[in-house]
């Protein structure tokens, strides 16, 4: 199995410019954000009734995959993707407090990050890593959270 860091260490490839760098501190969260809403307002299937509407939907179902997926690679980056996700899901709760639908919301905030993504990478030169391989929609958010790692001295 691919090493976490080797992950990490090409999706470093194409995020060298200061800018794009910047971009993605912002855009890769907010990203993540409105995929889990989106993922929360798709309707469910009758057999998620059996676990109550906070943890019977689609967002939380790719949250235990995902999670899932970095623990099998680090459990310090999964500990630490599941308190940044718990804190998205807390958000999300508070989303729901908007007027119109929050799916909406999730919508606008999709679409306007990935179009500052791809602002990113043509400041960057060099094409988003999901294009070689989609599973780097996975390593974005966990590289960011792994700079903070290295910065506050912890391991990966």
């Not at 260490?9 to 912002?26: F, K, L, M, Q, T």
């Not at 995902?66 to 690679?73: D, E, F, K, Q, T």
């Amino acid at each position: 199995m691919r090493s976490l860091q080797s992950w990490f260490d090409e999706y470093g490839e194409s995020h060298r410019h200061p800018v794009n760098s910047a971009i993605h501190w912002v855009c890769v969260p907010a990203i993540m954000f409105a995929v889990l809403g989106l993922l929360f307002a798709l309707p469910r299937p009758a057999a998620f009734a059996l676990l109550g509407p906070r943890l019977g939907n689609w967002a939380m179902v790719a949250i235990v995959l995902a999670l899932g997926w970095y623990a099998l690679r680090s459990w310090r980056i999964a500990l630490g993707m599941a308190a940044v996700t718990a804190a998205m899901v807390a958000g999300m709760h508070l989303l729901m407090l908007l007027p119109g639908r929050p799916w909406q919301w999730c919508m606008a905030v999709f679409v306007v990050a990935w179009v500052g993504q791809f602002v990113g990478h043509g400041i960057e030169g060099r094409k988003p890593s999901f294009l070689k391989d989609l599973a780097f929609l996975l390593i974005g958010p966990a590289w960011l959270l792994g700079k903070l790692y290295r910065r506050w001295g912890l391991a990966i």
